[in-house]
Structures are given as C-alpha cells and as structure tokens.
C-alpha cells in the first residue's frame, strides 16, 4: 500500500443499504413455518426477502395498490411440488418495484435539456420495447392451507404449477399471482405435496387490477422478462445471469471468468425501453478451506482466528454443489462437519457431512474443519430486532465454497489485472456485438418467442438511438499560461509548467529501510528536479535510516523525531506493500499528530529512469498539494461565489459500520476544500451529521473569504431510488437547517438563504453510449452529455462522459438533481459538472466525476479502510488524504 501507488482509490467493499440485502441462505433443519408444517431443508438454498418501504409520504409517479407481502424466491434444487421455473428471484423483482415507484424530482416547469455543445447522434444498450400487453392485468393473492412459508416459494410454485390448464397463462411470484385471464370467484384448488402426499388447499383472491399506464405493469414486464432468460440456460446470481458455458480462464492465473447479462425494463422519456448489459463474475480456484490452510501454514497457532475472520469476513463465496452465492458473516469454531441439525422433513438429527452426502452426493474430507456462517441482512439494525425474530442463518462447510472476486493482492498485481483486463475490457465494437448477439438470442429461441408472444410483448431489433452533445473542454490556467483539456489528459504538459498557487516547504523527514539508502536519496533527488520546473522547492530531508522495517520500527522513529522539531510532512518509505505498517503509519500522523504523511514502496522508486521521473512528479505533486498547492484551475469566468460539496460513503463489510466524508469549497476557484469526517456505527448510508458538517463547512468559507456563499451545490455519491426521499429529509434538511443557524444568529445577515442544488451521482449504471457508425462503434468522446431519450422523465438528470478511455467501452455518470433552489437552468448545471471533473489533482486527467466528490471518496475510504478514527481537525483544511 502506498499513496503513490492508487491503493485508496479502489471502491472497496462500498455497499449502498440496499445493496447489504442480498439473498442470503438458511440453516439446515431452520424453518419459519408453524412446528405443524414440516419442510425440507439444506444448507445450500438461497432464500431472500421484499425490503420494505421506508421512505416518508411524497409524490411518486404510478400508482401504488394494495397488495398482500411479497414472498421471497425458494431454493432450486429441492424437490417439491415440481421444480419451479417461472421467474428465478422474481419476487424479489417485483417486491422492489412496487416498494420504490419513481419519485417525482422534476419541476412541471423545468426544462432539463441543455444546448450548449456540438449536436450528435449517439446509440445505447437499450432496445425499444414496441409491442407490450395491451389487456387488464388481474393480481390475485394467494394463500395455503395448511401454511406454506412464503420465503420457499420454489414449493408454492410447484404446488400452483399443476394446475396450469385451469389458471391459463400466469406469472406468480409466490404470493401475488397476475394474469390476463378472470378467474372464478371464489376459486380454491386442492394441491398434493410430493414428499408426503398430504394435501394443501390453494385459494385465489381478486385483489388489484392493473392497466399499462400502472407502476406495476411494468414489474410484471420484467418478471416475463426473466423467465425468458431461464430459457437459455444461464446461472442466476443476485439478479444477474452469467453464461457459465462461456466461462473463460485467466491465462496463467488462478481465476475464472464468467460472462454475463444483467436487463431491467422501465419507463424512460417516451417510451419504455429494455437495458442489457455485460457483466463478469470473477471467480477463483481456491476454495475457503485453502484460505484456512494457507493462514494455518503461515501463523500456526498464533493469533490463527482474529486472522481466519479478517481474511473471509464479509467475502462472497459460491457452492460448487449448486452455483449459489453467500456472503460470509462469522465462522462458528465450535462447529464442524460432524455436528448435527434437525432435519424436519425426515424428523430425525443429521450430521452435516451425512446431508451433503445423501442430498449432494458429495463427500466431504475434512471432518475437523469448522464451518462459515452467513445471515440475512435486516432491515433493522441488531438492537431492534427483538426475540421474536426468525434465525435464517446457514452453515456452510469450506472446503465446498469457492471463492469469488478479487482480492486486494489480485488488484495490486499488474500482470493479472493486464490479463483480466484483456477479457473483460469489452471494446465498443464488441459490445454492440454481444448486445446484438444477446438479441438475435431472444429471437431465435422458440421457447422465449412463444413466451413473449402469449404476453403480447415484443423488442426492437436494433439499439435506440439518442441525441447528444459535446461540450467544449474548459481551459486550465497554470503558473505560466493555460492547458487545452480536450483529450482529458494534460500530464506531459505539466511537467514543465509552474503550479498555479506553490507553497514552501521548510522542513521534512524521510524515514526508511537502510537497505534502500542509495535508491531513497535518488529518488529524493529526482523529486527535487521535476519540482523545481512547477515551482515546487524541495529542501534537503532528514533522513532517518532504520535497521529493521517493523511496523513498531517506523512508530518508533515517528515518535522519536516529530516531537522534537516542526516538520511539514513526513515521507515513510515501506520495503514491501505492508498494508498493516502503511494504517499504522497514516494512524499515528493523522490522528495523534495531525501531521500530512506520504507512504511509498521500495518498488515505485526502482526502474528505468523515465519511469522513475514519472512516479517522481506523481509524488511530488500528492505532496505540494497536501500541503496547499493547487497546480491547476479553472479559467476566471467559471469561478463564483458558490461552495461546491463532495460527499462519499464507506461502508466496512468486516465491523459493520460506515464513514462518511464530506468535503467543501471554501475558495471561488474550488481548489481549496475544508474536509469533515464521521464513522456511523450503525452502517447506515444517510448521513445524519450533514448540518454539523454544514456548519464546520460554512464557517471555514466564511473565515476564507469574509463572506458567506451565494449558492451551495451538493455532489453526493449515489443512492438507490428508494432513497432519494430520505436523502432529501435528512441531509438535504441537515444543510438547510445549518444556513437558518447561521442566519438566526445574525452571522451573514438575517436574510442568508443561499440557493441550494442537491444532486445524486451514480457511477454504478448499466449505461452505455456508442459513438461511430453502426458498422463500427466507437466511444462517446470526453464532455458527451446525454439529457433525452435514455433520462428518466420524472428526474432533472443527464448522463455525462467526462473521460477519454484507450481500452474498453467508457462508462458514463449519470447526475440526478433531486432538488434545486438555486434557479439554474440545465445547461449550466452540465457545463459546471464537467468543469469539475477537471479538478482533481491525484491524476492530471478527468475524472469520472466532480472532484469534491472523488476528494470524499478517498478521504472515506482512507479513514474506513485504514485508520479507523477521525482524523484531528487540525488536518482540515489541507487534502492530506491524497
């Protein structure tokens, strides 16, 4: 780990609320049903649950009709009332469609189209939806008696799937059925189980109907939708279908591949259109089990568990028994493969090892190793659950899970990330292919095409077509003169130009490894010569050499010497990537010393000398700029009185809490930025401290400038729909409450009531623009701006591509004003957005979005990921985080 090295600017294990509730299995033996109805179970099947709707009284678009609960998608491999195959996960689907309808964020009056910018015609991964149902949908509630849990829907399905011939063509989720057809009032229908022939009354009750205009048609659309895509034979994972067939291997490294499509439906502008796109799922060869050993092998004893749980806490695992996924939330050490459970369906204990065997046909090995656990997530947090609470919590067995994702170590080794990136960098033309290919698919399976003829529902052949525009890169002014940012990527020319603002560094230290005394005092030296060029003198450092490179080694030569003489910052050079020395380091200088620090590794300051001027001025630059120098900015005419914020969340998977960092203007260039931090033990993503961030903020401006700003603009990272409501009532509220304080005591006046913009920007989107022609796509160029077509027409938002890629499809971000006092019309909240990206000063290039926000994001991920505290306020006001 290093500052240098772009450690910080991974997104981590980030996890928005919505996304910590995944499927997640049961425990062998648990069941929510009564103690009357017995039901099969195993450790393998994947259950989940509706989330429910939190949010507080608005105005949504659609209408919402009273309906039973939701229930969850069952297993897939359990025999019951014949395997279900209608919609894989569908409640889930549809439960979520109904709970988040689409907010209404737009003004009647507001005109979200900008002009500025030359006029092109780009094309996206949607497909028109021509052709969709046009009869009265009917929703019926269905009910089992005796009871049948409504998260094992696969039984419900299969119960409700003899009699096909009496219901006609459905779609049933496994408690709300929808169909084109009436049926008898009442209608009760009488069901055998398989496994013991009892028998199981079903009764239907008519309780909403459903025109295409309702939110809920187009929820069904998409159920139809993924029961077409069981029909081509894909694995389903949290949502997402992967070509397991197509798998493909990581020459010369440990991981496999599997390709993929993830498609939704919605209502667009005008017309309801159909996303796909191309996802992966990294897969590795190593199972849990190898995890275990491996640490075993290097620890023995020693502190074996805390490092067993550091490494798989939080980690996603599948089941090479049966393809299913589950994140790993403890590890039992009491419990092996030979403990038992209860067995309902067979009424009697089993060991785990017999199940698998009898259920799986798999023999388990190791009879010593102890077993992973997984849970739900939950609505609630822990203390509000109470005991009546159900345990669904599974036990899964190593050496049977596989693990997936990359690790840190994977990311860090360039070689693997070169040869992942050659299968899963989908360039432009190949992605228009896949997507053509994916709908030639749809076309050619007979089975899909009957499925979506009986519904009425029908896509285009070709992807839909979007107006757009290029806006004009903005200039930047350094020391000396300006920089033409049109390709995004200004780096070789700022390699000679004066910083726009320098600052003077008088005193610094360098501590590191005697072993690299001769490369430590070259580099310093190759640092001191790119410096001089951009204004940036660097005096000669203390140098403290140690004898050992322990991490207890730097602390102590830390403690040794800061107290002892002022020091600007500190530069720690590590031997190795030592993730543990690198938060010790960043803990003890930010948060016992309130100093700036760079950690760097032995390895960026070896190699050729060109390479070494690289990272040389890399470093140089992350250190001026700790230090308050700004080497570039926006020409005169985009600077205003305005404080422009960033704010970016962090959530540890590991403890179950999260960081929020949020970052200010507090100058007219918005190169300065006075930063706050919060750990929220709850793990919630809505920030409850906005206004104490807001005051800190508003008062650091006010002491730069004398003055108060005229309008603040909000860039918070992105949430989920269902959000966005609870976004405006507690942090948007948070900021306006901060501006009447600051008004009711006479501070700025008792008039103070600056504009404010809150905007949601979203880079997770499954989005994409092609540039080109239909023979040979290209990518949308740096500053594309995409506000029709494929935008939400109850949002004010816009699609943005503020970088030029060389490898793969460019992604773009996709901006949502969800409130707006600031009376600025669509244009000009374009232009100001993509200025912004030009701002970042880790990387002399655009960035994906607006640098406050990019500042957020490293500063939550450095205190969440490594030092776990706040930082001194001291810190502040300088972007000590880079």
């Known amino acids: 780990m290093s500052d240098a090295g772009g450690g910080g600017e991974k997104r981590g294990v980030k996890r928005s609320s919505r996304e910590l509730q995944q499927q997640t299995p049961r425990r062998p033996g648990e069941s929510s049903q009564p103690p009357s109805i017995a039901t099969p179970q195993s450790p393998g099947p994947s259950t989940s649950r509706s989330e429910g709707d939190t949010r507080s009284s608005s105005y949504y678009a659609g209408q919402q009709h009273a309906s039973g609960g939701a229930a969850a998608a069952g297993p897939s491999h359990q025999q019951a009332g014949g395997t279900s195959a209608i919609v894989s996960g569908g409640t889930r689907g549809l439960s979520r469609a109904r709970n988040q309808l689409e907010l209404v964020t737009k003004s009647p009056s507001y005109d979200k189209h900008g002009h500025s910018g030359e006029k092109m015609t780009v094309r996206s991964n949607y497909f028109q939806v021509i052709k969709m149902p046009d009869v009265k949908l009917l929703q019926y509630r269905v009910d089992f008696t005796p009871e049948i849990a409504d998260d094992i829907s696969f039984i419900r399905k299969g119960l409700i799937r003899t009699h096909q011939e009496i219901l006609g063509h459905y779609i049933f989720d496994g408690t709300l059925l929808y169909t084109t057809i009436p049926l008898p009032q009442p209608l009760e229908l009488i069901s055998k189980r398989k496994f013991d022939g009892s028998d199981v009354k079903i009764k239907f009750a008519l309780v909403g109907e459903f025109q295409q205009e309702d939110a809920t048609y187009t929820s069904v659309m998409c159920l139809i939708l993924r029961r077409c895509m069981s029909m081509l034979n894909l694995v389903m994972l949290k949502r997402k279908y992967y070509d397991k067939a197509a798998k493909e291997d990581v020459p010369g490294h440990p991981i496999t591949i599997w390709p993929g499509y993830v498609t939704t439906i919605r209502r667009h502008e005008r017309d309801y259109l159909l996303n796909v796109e191309i996802v992966h799922k990294y897969l590795r060869r190593d199972t849990a089990m190898n995890v275990i050993e491996r640490i075993h092998r290097q620890l023995g004893r020693d502190d074996f568990m805390n490092r067993v749980k550091t490494e798989l806490l939080g980690q996603i695992v599948m089941t090479l028994y049966n393809d299913k996924t589950y994140r790993i939330d403890d590890i039992d050490f009491d419990k092996t493969p030979m403990s038992t459970f209860h067995l309902r369906k067979e009424d009697r204990d089993i060991t785990y090892k017999e199940y698998y065997q009898k259920h799986y046909e798999v023999n388990i090995k190791d009879e010593r190793q102890f077993l992973l656990v997984s849970r739900p997530s939950r609505n609630k947090p822990d203390n509000q659950q109470g005991a009546s609470m159900r345990d669904d919590t599974v036990y899964l067995i190593p ?26 960098r989908v360039t432009p033309g190949r992605r228009v292919e896949t997507l053509m290919k994916f709908r030639r698919r749809l076309a050619e399976t007979p089975q899909i095409e009957r499925e979506l003829n009986n519904w009425g529902l029908q896509f285009a052949n070709q992807l ?44 610094w230290i360098v501590v590191y490894p005697t072993k690299l005394n001769s490369q430590v005092r070259s580099f310093v030296n190759m640092m001191k010569r790119v410096g001089e060029p951009q204004g940036f003198h660097l005096p000669e450092p203390h ?61 960026i300051i070896e190699g050729t000398e060109g390479r ?96 108060y700003p005229e309008k603040i603009i909000v860039y918070r990272d992105g949430v989920g729909a269902g959000d966005i409501q609870t976004v405006l009532d507690i942090e948007l509220e948070g900021i306006q409450e901060a501006c009447k304080l600051v008004a009711n005591a006479n501070l700025a006046g008792v008039d103070y009531k600056p504009g404010i913009a809150f905007v949601i920007v979203s880079k997770a989107i499954k989005t994409r623009f092609f540039a080109g022609t239909r023979d040979n796509p290209s990518n949308a160029a740096s500053g594309t701006v995409v506000d029709d077509t494929v ?46 990206t030009h701002l970042y000063y880790n990387w002399p290039g655009t960035v994906r979005v607006p640098a406050p926000m990019q500042y957020a994001h490293k500063l939550a991920y450095l205190v969440g990921e490594r030092i776990e505290r706040e930082p001194l306020d001291v810190l502040a006001k300088f972007p000590y985080y880079l």
């Not at 700022?494 to 003077?504: D, E, G, L, T, Y």
């Not at 970016?648 to 590991?654: E, K, L, P, Q, V």
């Open 399 to 424: 050496e049977l899970c596989g693990m997936t994702g990359l690790t840190e170590e994977h990311r860090n080794n360039f070689k693997m990330m070169q040869a992942v990136g050659n299968i899963t």
């Open 464 to 507: 839909v077509p979007c107006p757009a525009r290029t806006l004009k890169a903005p200039l930047l002014l350094t020391g000396t003169n300006t920089i033409n940012t049109k390709d995004g990527d200004w780096g070789r020319e700022m390699q000679k130009r004066k910083m726009c603002v320098s600052v003077k560094m008088a005193e």
């Open 543 to 603: 140098y403290v050499p140690l004898d050992m490179d322990r991490t207890s080694d730097y602390i102590n030569a830390l403690r040794d010497n800061i107290p002892n003489r002022y020091y600007d910052i500190v530069m720690c050079v590590l031997r190795t990537n030592r993730t543990d020395t690198y938060s010790a380091i960043k803990k003890y200088t930010f948060c016992d010393r309130g100093i700036a620090s760079q950690v760097i590794t032995g390895r």
């Open 612 to 707: 070494l001027m690289s990272v040389a001025t890399k470093v140089m630059t992350q250190i001026a700029c700790k230090l308050g120098a700004e080497p570039w900015t926006l020409v005169a005419h985009l600077q205003r009185p305005w404080m422009i914020v960033g704010y970016d969340t962090y959530h540890d998977a590991r403890n179950r809490k999260a960081v929020g960092a949020f970052v200010a203007s507090i100058n007219t260039s918005y190169t300065r930025y006075n930063s706050s931090v919060k750990i929220h033990p709850a793990n919630e993503d809505i920030s409850p401290s906005f206004k104490d961030h807001m005051l800190k903020s508003l008062k650091a401006y006010q002491t730069a400038n004398g003055s």
């Open 791 to 836: 935008t939400i027409r109850e949002r004010s938002d816009f699609f943005l591509v503020s970088q030029k890629v060389n490898q793969g499809t460019v992604s773009p971000t996709n901006f949502n004003v969800i409130f707006d006092s600031t009376g600025l019309a669509a244009n000009v909240h374009q232009m100001f957005a993509y200025s912004l």
